[in-house]
């Protein structure tokens, strides 16, 4: 591979990795199931810790977004302070990226989420997915008497069902 052809692959796998990450954020806020199930390798392992837990394998990846919807059906994520590394081989990445993200929970209801995802990405037969995202939570942190007055999370919570 040329040195210009090194570079634009290094480039493009950066930005696909970028990309991952956003489309994680957009699947669970979407709760868009084949989004989510894209954006995995086989064999990937979902850690988030407590008080969320930790999934191994796209099924299984899948089942803990739904338990993770069925507690706060309302998510809005904003990923952040992305810095990604590519590996020497060109076909490995680690990344790191802020979290703050505000859900409704059916029980605590509007809460504060925050911290980090560390993240490795492999790029199999061509294509970019997640191998592990482990997250690091710095706070869960419930705000009484928060109400949207406009937009559209201003209807009464209605749970998803399966």
Request: glycine residues 8%.
């Amino acid at each position: 591979m040329t040195d210009t052809n090194l570079r634009l692959d290094r480039l493009e796998s950066t930005l696909a990795v970028h990309r991952l990450i956003a489309e994680y954020a957009h699947a669970f806020d979407s709760q868009d199931v084949d989004l989510l199930r894209s954006i995995w390798h086989d064999g990937a392992e979902l850690r988030l810790g407590e008080p969320f837990g930790d999934f191994a394998g796209v099924d299984g990846i899948v089942e803990a977004a739904h338990l993770l919807w069925s507690q706060s059906p309302r998510m809005h994520h904003w990923m952040s302070n992305v810095v990604v590394d590519l590996g020497t081989d060109g076909d490995t990445a680690t990344a790191v990226s802020a979290l703050d993200c505000l859900v409704t929970n059916v029980e605590l209801g509007p809460t504060q989420v925050g911290g980090v995802y560390r993240d490795r990405f492999e790029r199999r037969d061509g294509r970019w997915g997640l191998t592990e995202r482990v997250f690091d939570l710095h706070y869960f942190t419930p705000i009484p008497n928060w109400t949207p007055a406009h937009g559209s999370e201003t209807a009464p919570l209605v749970v998803p069902s399966r």
